[in-house]
């Protein structure tokens, strides 16, 4: 029984030092391998360079206090673990979520044998670790994990709630709103922010038990796999007597765009037969600063500008070119991660990742 018991301590032991991924792996080969692409492994300024170029301007980086931790790095005591990011631990042991007007605050479980997670149809279900054997030993069953029991009773992870520790809003020292996703998204079962970021892909999930789908695990968004989220956009196209309108459609609960860095775009081209003419980019901004203009996040106090394209929101942009019957007229909706504008405060001007335009929806209308 002491053995046993050291066995469990040790696994348990092995699971939580942070950095150590490969213990997961084992079991869970195709979500690791997804895990550590995505943007909550890399989530401090270790790997991700747009992140550390808005960390190096930070007052707080000037007084040692890695305030960004909280959410880029959970639970992290040393710079090993700050590296890690956002870790398999992390999400998995979200007990509950307080709610505040700054921001939100994840409340951990204080059991670390036991991990957080959803499955249809096991709601309700605790699943511990145990082995059985009949027939004088010559049949053995397992249930269960050897390295964490699971709990599928939150209702947080079934819902999407789970996010809103750190996804739901943030205010910054001045009590100004920097981003906002609001809690609309994370309000059932069928429809919320796992749905959408964590949609259901080929591979089993685990080695122990075989399951066709697995949720993905490197987290659909700006950063990583966009053609995942392009079916909340649509893209439509009308002529009219004076030229054409394109509608944008933003289906999603929240903003196009959240980072107060990101910028989206719509791109129109008509070609015909003599000629091929880009036409004025519609840009989808929403810009923070202060009295002096466009600041960082930290000193802002006022929205200067916002043509986002809002939650649920289709948007009309006309165009008073002149199209005829067999013109193609194609239409292209994208983003930067960072404001062009933004590119020499940040020192991020040789940065491929922070100027590359990313196409989220792209479509060709015929003229009729």
Known sequence: MKKILLFVIALSSLLFAQSDTETCKKCHP?????????????????????????????????????????????????????????????????????????????????????????????????????????????????????????????????????????????????????????????QNKEENCITCHMPKVEGTATTIRHSEKHAYHGFAGAHKKPEMLSQYVDLEFSKNSNGFDVMVTNKAPHNLMLHPLRVAQLRVKIISQKESKSLETYTFIKVIGNEGGPSMPWVANQVLVDSMLKANERRVVAYNDVIKKGDKVEVELGYYLVNPKALKKLNLEGSKKAQSFTTLKQKSFIVE
């Open 30 to 186: 195709d979500i690791v391998n997804e895990f550590e692409g995505s943007m909550h492994r890399n989530a401090t300024y270790y790997d991700d360079e747009i992140h550390k170029a808005v960390w190096d301007i930070s007052p707080s980086k000037a007084k040692g206090e890695y305030s960004c931790a909280e959410c880029h790095a959970p639970n992290a005591k040393d710079e090993k673990e700050i590296a890690q990011g956002i870790t398999c631990v992390s999400c998995h042991t979200i007990k509950d979520v307080e709610q505040h007007v700054g921001a939100n605050k994840n409340v951990y479980s204080e059991d670390k044998k036991t991990f957080f997670s959803a499955e249809a149809g096991r709601e309700g279900e605790k699943v511990i670790y145990k082995q059985e054997s009949s027939m004088f030993g010559m049949n053995k069953t397992t249930t269960g994990s050897p390295y964490h029991d699971i709990d599928y009773t939150n209702e947080k992870y079934y819902n999407g709630q789970m996010c809103m520790g750190c996804h739901s809003h943030r205010e910054n020292s001045s009590e100004f709103m920097i981003c906002e996703t609001g809690e609309a998204g994370a």
